[in-house]
């Protein structure tokens, strides 16, 4: 063999060996330009052709050719192995272990001031009421003038109602929809209006946001009895037949007369304990029968209907109803709290506040 062959069955020799020691795709890269890029030792062995006797040229430029196609042979076979390798590495680390127990979705669950809001609903639906609703984004006619609210009653003041603009704030109480039910239909009306309210208050028993349902009543002939029974029944059904009713005089600018309305403690059934403080009563919401100015100022002439309206805070019922003992755990949406209570059907009976 003359030298020159031996010379390139070397340098084949080495390229195997580097090739075959490269172990990644990456180096495999570098290898490759080492040993056929521009500067590799076929590319130099190239250059010598020029100094060979002609009849030798094209043997040896063959010879190198083959070699470089022998090396570049090495490179691709090698870089098949890599990219196998490669691939049994990625389905081996994804592989999916069928065995392992699986992760359980959570369901969602309403939210107990949802809850307890349905759940009056249904009681008044059965009762003949209607649904019905105001914006939460108000102006003072519906929330004050209307109502028969003095220009100079403290419910007006900066300090307890969110103004947004000088005749435009944030409802204080669902009674504005008493007015814009009246103002847009004809007695008979028979309806409820759940629904957010804000006031600038903030302590353990008061939040800013909260909800209240309202209920208007506006017929000819309706009475203060049918009132007291209409909110008896309504009482029974929502907190339990054991559950009492009573009225205790009061003062609404929009009522007259008025009440305010507590039940008896849903907790001790009347008898006293920590939830009603010692007394056997809580104080639920206030009532009362339609003053005749709120009727003017939607147009209903009150020598021909009468009615009755009563409205109560949500976040209350929904805390008697479902023994919860702390406002703010209502607001807190802590999930520990909130899986716990996941229907409202029939939750007099069930969970109630006797806790
Ligand atoms: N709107 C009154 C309040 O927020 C409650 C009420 C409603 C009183 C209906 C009388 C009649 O305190």
């Not at 003038?145 to 409802?171: C, G, K, M, Q």
């Not at 007369?257 to 009563?281: F, H, Q, R, T, Y």
Request: hydrophobic share 35%; proline share 5%; net charge negative.
């Amino acid at each position: 063999m003359n030298p020159q062959n031996r010379q390139l069955q070397e340098i084949v020799a080495r390229a195997e060996g580097e090739i075959g020691q490269a172990a990644n795709l990456h180096d495999l890269q570098l290898v490759k330009s080492r040993w056929l890029g521009k500067k590799s030792e076929l590319q130099g062995l190239m250059k010598l052709l020029g100094g060979l006797p002609k009849e030798e040229r094209p043997a040896f430029g063959q010879r190198v050719n083959q070699a470089k196609s022998q090396v570049g042979a090495c490179v691709r076979l090698r870089e098949e192995t890599l990219k196998e390798a490669d691939y049994l590495r990625t389905l081996e680390e994804r592989r999916l272990d069928i065995t392992m127990p699986g992760r359980r979705r959570q369901a969602g669950a309403l939210h107990p001031i949802t809850l307890a809001t349905r759940f009056i609903e249904d009681v008044c639906i059965s009762m003949g009421f209607e649904v019905a609703e105001g914006p939460d984004i108000e102006d003072e006619y519906h929330n004050f003038d209307a109502l028969n609210t003095p220009d100079d009653h403290p419910a007006r003041d900066l300090s307890d109602t969110f103004y947004i603009e000088d005749d435009v704030l944030l409802r204080t109480q669902t009674s504005t929809v008493q007015i814009r039910v009246m103002e847009t239909h004809k007695p008979p009306i028979r309806i409820i209006a759940p629904g957010r309210c804000y006031r600038n208050d903030n302590d353990a028993s008061h939040s800013p946001v909260f909800s209240q349902l309202e209920a208007l009543v506006v017929d000819k002939g309706v009475t203060f009895a049918d009132f007291r029974d209409t909110v008896d029944i309504f009482t029974k059904r929502v907190f339990g037949e054991q559950i009492e009713s009573r009225f205790r005089p009061h003062f609404f600018p929009f009522t007259e007369p008025s009440a305010e309305l507590d039940i008896l403690c849903s907790a001790c059934k009347g008898s006293g304990c920590n939830v009603c403080k010692g007394s056997g009563w809580l104080e639920l919401g206030g009532a009362g029968m339609v003053d005749p100015n709120v009727f003017r100022a939607c147009g209903i002439d009150p020598e021909v209907y009468s009615g009755y309206a009563f409205g109560f805070g949500i976040e209350r019922v929904a805390m008697l109803l479902l023994g919860i003992p702390d406002m703010r755990m209502l607001f807190e949406n802590d999930v520990r709290m909130l899986r716990q209570f996941r229907s409202y059907k029939g939750v007099h009976q069930g969970s109630g506040a006797s806790s």
